[in-house]
């Protein structure tokens, strides 16, 4: 099949997925049993303003006209206002998106280079140093929880060393511009250094957080991946043609291993959106993860339902963005 | 009871001798499993760190020292010592009580959850893989649906959507969890039916409910409780970071995951409320880790020889 | 007769493999010898070890096996005592291999066309990771276009259309048409020696015999000799000058294809031909009683002793010399390793 019809045919599904997504969202948060209504105006309010509020909310129409509502409100992007902030959900998300996308990106860079590395030089290495010392890396990386490990790295690093910062995702004194939103973007576009080795600083743990486990189930594929590779045919066939172990390697075994490596980025990144959440706490990270925890403890009904068909809008994206990659990475999938 | 020596010793002996015999290779299979088992290092350590869990989650009451939800103000935030391993929180608890106390909560969790996730599973998979066409494509998109999101971020929305309790968050869990099962499930079902036997069976006369329950279902359970061991140490963590969010185990419950979240607020001074009860769970993810990886080198085809 | 081997001479070969299940020795003193332009067949049954030996000459043995003894003699250099680099820089060019399955002997994701260029590129050592080595940019791209060139010549050589064929990929192809671009892949650099290993075993039988009838012509023009490993007598008689029979890690019997036909001597053999079918004949086959040895603890003397039907009271002793028959011309090269022609001096 050709690439082209390949990407069609999954754009498709995908929107057919989104739409079931909002439907789910939708039941979810009619059905629950806490009234919306009581949170914001508490017991005591007389029926009239309960009524006039139920109005404002929609919430008197039929179901029906509810879903038909909260559909068309979808397409236009407007995904109702936020109970707590009273700014249209949508702008709360802008807002925080930046800050999110920021952490995601670094947390999976790292996760990429540092996986890929340690799996590679596993694979090669077997058995000797590097082998074990990244084995005993990777389980820790699954099994250590992220939001215990983190809290523990502040209290090394922060309370007893003092070289990093607890939180946040640049000092309190510091201003940045907003321009693009990315602290470290807008930092350099408006050429102010200090901001940016301070943001630096300040995304090293979490960072390093979120993108551990990340790391771990991708040096641990890399690993297996490596060692299937590097005992087929065609491997002996490229070592029969006189080929340096180093060029075998790095032309020929790593764009073969690496294959199932991409699909696992995929998953992870799903993975790094839910760590987002707990990381974001944690590190009191301005982002779309924090938002969502509060809006959860506050029941933020509009922000819930926004914020989750957000994520899963962008989790859906870089799925599909990946099985376009790994078809286009190997070409007996295109068939 | 002697064992028989031929086939014809078989046919007159008892039918339990015909059962074993009937199932000679499934239970050769299994012997030379556990036989590799014994060999693997990391599924034995694993194996053992898990033992030890469940033997204290089995004997909590015995083996905590205090109680695990007794207050004592005068005492609050001691450091550890001898009479207090894990040192007291900021109720004057014992957190090392606490932390065994939370054991139970532990493997009540894993257990709730993986029974309901299982039995959810296989009957979405293999009502989805048996029957294949339409409904399959059902099936199939509402998993899709569930699967479109981040696993925590679903169950984080179920829990809250719920209202945060320690039942609705297993519940949330749940229901994040089927998905993989029933694909697992769908695979199996969809190898079996179109295996010839099953034919002839319906030849006979059987219903879809039967074949179902008596021939698919039997095949499916073992990869999917494969997959469960594998994915335990995931179920725990997503389970304690609800715990931690305030979205499961609320207070005075010693679930593991709140009780870190508790001593969030005293790391500086008063870091083992916070240190122990993480090491705990890491105790025991790691322990389903090791023996979760095990077991996949065990059932791996190049090294069952 | 002295044994002359210029293009290889492989002597008192031993190669271990260290298993979880003990330690089988795979080769047990491998003797073979060819020269410049000669057709070398080894057979012998699945597990005799001649894949081994082949893997061995291009010291493509991997952990956990090794070579043990013997020197593998190719013009007069010994390969067992090579580097790596030195290795490197005979393999793909003096010395080129074909193997067994060609589909799965070609990386899946390089097109064919690329995957012939590079062993040509190879040849000049810079692209081959070898950093003594290194060309000039405007040297390279020069060469470039030069290597294209002689990657669809190669490939019209072997009778494929260079246009369509260069960029597919290996799964696209069939068995027949993968082997073609292993074998101009493997000429490209014309070697002096061509060892194929097992070459049509994965193809269909008429496949099979394009394929060898291919080589045979292009061989012939290059002068290229050609150890070819096989299980198949006939293939071997067809193809071949020389036959050398494999048993359990020796080579049992060697010589040219007329005299070990007309006269096989070791027992193994005569049982291998006894076991061929013949057409229009209606005799019963008679196939060699016992089973092939445990490598881990083999037979001691003479590994096919247990089986023999000539077994002498030495022959679990030690094991024969490899010696020529008395009264073999140098056109019959016939050698045999058995206490039946064992000459005393």
């Given at each position: 099949m ?10 498709f ?11 789910i969202?939708f039941?979810?948060?009619r ?8 949170a ?11 009524d006039?509020?139920?109005?404002q ?45 920021e ?29 074990h ?6 389980i820790?990386?699954?099994s250590?929880?992220g939001?215990?490990?983190g809290?523990i ?18 000092d ?6 907003r321009?693009?939103g990315?602290?470290l973007?807008?930092s ?19 960072t ?6 990340s790391?771990?189930?991708?040096a ?10 590097l005992?087929q045919?065609?491997i002996?066939?490229?070592r029969?043609k006189?080929l340096?172990k180093r ?8 764009k073969?291993a690496l ?21 974001e ?8 993860g ?9 029941l933020d009904?509009p922000a ?16 599909l963005?990946?099985d376009?990659?790994?078809a ?8 | 009871m002697?064992?028989?020596s ?23 299979d ?20 898990i033992g ?19 207050t004592?103000?005068a005492?609050?935030l ?19 009580s606490?932390?065994i ?6 493997v009540?969790i894993?257990?709730?959850i ?5 039995s959810?599973?296989l009957?979405?998979?293999?009502i ?6 339409v409904v399959?494509?059902?099936l199939?998109?509402?998993?899709d649906?569930?699967l ?5 971020v ?31 499930a ?15 069976i319906?030849?006979l ?17 073992s ?14 963590l997503?389970?304690?970071?609800l ?9 005075p ?8 979240s ?27 880790n090791?023996?979760?990886d095990?077991?996949r080198?065990?059932?791996d ?5 | ?13 031993r ?42 000459i ?11 003894e ?12 090579l ?33 012939i260029v ?9 692209a ?7 060309t ?19 490939l019209?050589h ?6 369509r064929?260069e960029?597919?990929?290996?799964h696209?192809?069939?068995?027949g ?6 074998i101009?892949m493997?000429?490209?650099s014309r ?17 099979q015999a ?15 000799a050609?150890?070819?490993?096989t299980?198949a007598?006939g293939?071997?008689?067809q ?14 019997e060697?010589s040219s294809?007329e ?9 193994y ?8 079918p013949?057409?229009?004949s209606a ?17 001691s ?10 077994r ?7 094991q024969?010399?490899f ?8 056109a019959?090269r016939?050698y045999?390793?058995?206490f ?5 001096h």
């Open positions: 050709e690439l082209g019809s390949f990407i069609l045919k999954r754009l599904l995908m929107v057919l997925v989104i739409f079931g997504v909002l439907i969202v039941v979810v948060t059905i629950i049993p806490a009234d919306p209504v009581g914001i105006l508490g017991g005591n309010a007389p029926p009239s303003t309960v006039a509020m139920r109005h909310l929609g919430l008197d129409k039929s179901i029906f006209a509810q879903l038909l509502d909260y559909l068309g409100g979808m397409l236009r992007g407007n995904l109702g206002n936020s109970l707590v902030s009273s700014r249209p959900v949508i702008t709360d998300i802008m807002e925080y998106l930046p800050a999110t996308i952490l995601a990106i670094s947390s999976i860079l790292f996760a990429v280079i540092l996986g890929v590395l340690l799996g590679l030089l596993s694979a090669v290495f077997r058995n000797h140093f590097i082998d010392f990244s084995r005993v890396f990777s820790l990386g699954i250590l929880p939001f215990w490990l809290l790295l502040i209290l090394i690093f922060y309370y007893k060393l003092g070289w990093l910062p607890s939180g946040g995702q640049y309190m004194f510091l201003f940045p511009t321009i693009t990315f602290v973007l807008d350099i576009i408006s050429g102010d250094w200090n901001l940016f080795f301070n943001a630096l600083k300040h995304l090293i743990l979490p390093f957080i979120l993108g551990y486990s790391t771990a189930s991708i641990r594929i890399m690993r297996a991946s490596m060692l299937d590779v005992h045919n065609y002996r066939t490229a029969a006189g340096s060029v075998v390697i790095l032309r020929h075994a790593l073969n294959i199932p490596v991409i699909t696992i980025i995929g998953l992870e990144f799903g993975s790094l959106l839910s760590g987002a959440v707990l990381t706490t944690i590190f009191a990270w301005p982002g779309l924090r938002y969502i925890v509060n809006s959860l403890l506050t009904y819930i339902s926004g914020g989750t068909i957000f994520i899963a809008l962008i989790y859906s994206l870089v799925n963005v990946v376009i990659l790994y286009a990475a190997d070409p007996r999938m295109r068939s | 002697n064992k028989p031929s086939a014809a010793d078989v046919a007159q002996g008892s039918a339990f001798q015909k059962f074993l015999h009937e199932r000679k290779p499934m239970l050769d299994m012997k030379h499993s556990v036989y590799l088992w014994k060999k693997t290092p990391l599924a034995l350590i694993g194996t053992v760190i030890i869990f469940l033997l204290i989650a089995l004997f909590a009451p015995l083996l905590a020292p205090y109680s695990a939800v007794g004592d103000l005492h609050k001691e450091a550890p010592s001898a009479a207090h391993p894990f040192g007291l929180d900021q109720f004057g608890r014992d957190v090392l606490r932390v106390m939370g054991s139970r909560i532990e009540q894993i257990f709730i993986s029974v309901i996730s299982i959810i599973g009957c979405v998979g293999i989805a893989g048996y029957f294949g066409g399959d494509e059902i199939m998109r509402i998993t649906i569930f479109a999101f981040p696993r925590l679903l169950a984080m929305a179920f829990a809250a959507a719920l209202r945060p309790t320690l039942t609705n968050a297993i519940v949330a869990i749940s229901l994040v969890e089927w998905t993989v099962y029933a694909r697992l769908r695979a199996e079902a969809i190898k079996v039916r179109s295996q010839p036997y099953i034919e002839a319906r030849a006369g059987a219903s879809d409910a039967k074949i179902m329950f008596f021939h698919v279902l039997p095949m499916s359970i990869p999917v409780i494969v997959q469960l061991t594998m994915r335990m140490g995931t179920i725990i997503t389970a304690a970071s715990g931690f969010l305030g979205l499961g185990a609320q207070p419950l010693p679930e593991w995951g709140a009780i870190v508790d001593g969030r607020s005293y790391l500086m001074e008063n870091w083992w409320i916070t240190t122990f009860p993480g090491m705990a769970i890491a105790f025991t993810v790691l322990g389903f090791l023996l979760g095990g077991i080198d065990i059932l085809p190049r090294i069952r020889r | 007769m002295r044994r002359n081997g210029d293009l290889l001479d492989i002597s008192n070969l190669v271990v493999f260290d298993t979880y299940a003990g330690q089988v020795k795979a080769l047990n003193g491998v003797e073979l010898w060819m020269n410049h332009g000669e057709r070398l067949s080894v057979v012998g049954e699945t597990g005799c070890g001649k894949s081994v030996t082949a893997l061995s291009m010291r493509l043995i991997e952990e956990p096996g090794r070579i043990t013997g020197s593998i003699r190719f013009e007069g250099r010994d390969l067992v005592s580097s790596e680099s030195e290795l490197n820089r005979i393999r793909g060019k003096d010395i080129a291999m074909i193997f067994q399955e060609p589909v799965a002997a070609l990386n899946p994701v390089m097109k064919v066309g690329a995957q590079e062993n040509i590129e190879c040849q000049k050592n810079a081959c990771g070898d950093d003594e080595v290194r000039s940019k405007r040297a390279e791209r020069a060469g470039k276009s030069a290597s294209l060139e002689l990657m669809r010549a190669m019209g072997v009778g494929l259309d260079w246009q064929t960029n597919l990929y290996p696209e192809l069939s068995g048409m993968a082997q073609r671009v292993m101009a493997a000429l490209s070697p002096r020696l061509l060892i194929a290993d097992e070459p049509t075993s994965a193809l269909d039988v008429t496949i394009q394929i060898l009838n291919l080589l045979n012509t292009l061989v012939r023009e290059t002068n290229t050609v150890l070819l490993i299980h007598m293939i071997a008689a193809f071949s000058d020389f036959i050398a029979v494999m048993y359990a890690g020796n080579v049992v060697y294809v005299s070990i036909f007309s006269n096989p001597l070791h027992p053999t005569m049982g291998l031909l006894k076991a061929v013949k057409i229009g005799e019963e086959l008679q196939s060699i009683p016992g089973i092939v040895p445990d490598l881990v603890s083999p037979p003397g003479c590994r096919f002793h247990p089986r023999c039907p000539h002498r009271p030495e022959c679990d002793k030690e024969p010399r010696e020529p028959v008395q009264g073999t011309t140098e019959d016939h045999v390793a058995c039946l022609y064992q000459n005393d």
